[in-house]
């Protein structure tokens, strides 16, 4: 594999291959008694993702594979129930706020 070019920043390593593949390795942070793995802005902005969008983890028992899960139907029913919710909640809300 050719690397055009590398970019080493915090606990990120970036590598551009020579097929125009991205490579990125990074290393997991210590969370309570848990294991995290930050994804920095540009990941995020590339796969057009948030802290809001879930997230399919597989593996094969050797490498994990993270995909966003993006289900349109999923999405519309829960915004209906986030509506209904409001709706009907609307002044607790507004006292919480205030």
Sequence with gaps: MFFLAF???CDTLCL???NGVILVIKTLT?????LA???DKPV??????DADTPISI???GKSL???PVFDVERDEKLKKIRAKINKKYETTF???AD
């Design 7 to 9: 970019l080493k920043f």
């Design 16 to 18: 551009l291959c020579k």
């Design 30 to 34: 210590k969370h309570g008694n848990s």
């Design 37 to 39: 793995l930050i994804l």
């Design 44 to 49: 995020l902005e590339l796969l057009n993702i």
């Design 58 to 60: 597989s593996t094969d």
């Design 65 to 67: 594979t993270l995909s």
């Design 94 to 96: 507004i006292k919480l």
